[in-house]
């Protein structure tokens, strides 16, 4: 990611393209805390020219809900729809063709909002490889999140069943659940506490029978079975995995 910074004098409308670059960026958010300037209707005119996705970003809502509301009684509803239409009006007059999100960029806001819908939509115009790189380093904060990361997890799965090997490749309805245990395992160490307890199910589900036994007795012994990860899982605390069930010897064979 990067803050291009817009036109300006150092970097002119007729040859802002170039020296920025705007040829290697995958998609672009124009955001403005207030009015959307000519400038910015300019720059997204080159990008539209590009080719390239791009998405009109309207910050600070929550301000204008706390001044809409103090100053007029306006509920958060009516300032929302309001802003919204007003930064629709101004980008189709300068006959611009891009969805349009309010947020407000406070952490504890982030899952308020048309945030959640922003990231969705910034993830969907990546490349795959990009997106679920991205997706999985996203803080996992609502449960719009969460299913946007077990998405992204699904599809690596996907990704990489069909890459492993001409056999995966050809992998029929009937065994669903053979998947490259390693994605799995990804999962469970480095996203456990962004999962609910279903997607954590669904997780190891996706493995064949000895690939889940396998699983569960290494996340009772973490240097045994694990010994090459040893320190990707020695900060997992033994009780969280309680916690999901992961640590229930009834898919075990012959224990």
């Not at 669904?202 to 973490?222: H, K």
Request: glycine residues 4%; charged residues 30%; hydrophobic residues 35%.
């Amino acid at each position: 990611m990067c803050d291009l910074g817009g036109i300006s004098r150092q970097l002119p409308r007729e040859t802002c393209a170039e020296l920025m670059r705007l040829g290697s960026f995958d998609v672009f958010l124009l955001i403005s805390a207030g009015r959307f300037l000519e400038e910015d209707m300019v720059l997204a005119s080159i990008i539209q020219k590009l080719g390239k996705p791009y998405f009109f970003v309207r910050t600070r809502i929550d301000l204008d809900i706390t001044y809409q509301l103090d100053d007029y009684g306006s509920t958060e509803q009516e300032t929302l729809r309001v802003v919204r239409q007003h930064v629709t009006e101004s980008i189709r007059r300068h006959n611009m063709d891009s969805r349009v999100f309010v947020i407000s960029g406070r952490l504890a806001n982030q899952h308020r909002y048309d945030f959640p819908e922003l990231k969705r939509a910034v993830l969907e115009s990546l490349p795959e490889d990009k997106r679920i790189a991205l997706a999985k380093h996203l803080s996992g904060n609502s449960q719009n999140m969460v299913d946007l990361k077990h998405e992204a997890l699904e599809s690596e799965a996907s990704l990489r069943a069909s890459t492993t090997s001409p056999a995966s490749a050809s992998l029929s309805a009937t065994a669903p659940r053979a998947v490259d245990p390693d994605v799995v395992e990804d999962l469970l160490t480095s996203q456990l506490e962004s999962l609910t307890e279903e997607q954590c199910d669904l997780a190891m589900e996706t493995l064949v029978p000895p690939e889940r036994t396998r699983l569960r007795r290494a996340l009772r012994d973490p240097l045994g079975d694990w010994s090459s990860s040893d320190q990707a899982t020695s900060s997992i605390n033994r009780e969280e995995f309680d916690n999901y069930g992961f640590l229930d010897d009834s898919d075990d064979e012959g224990t």
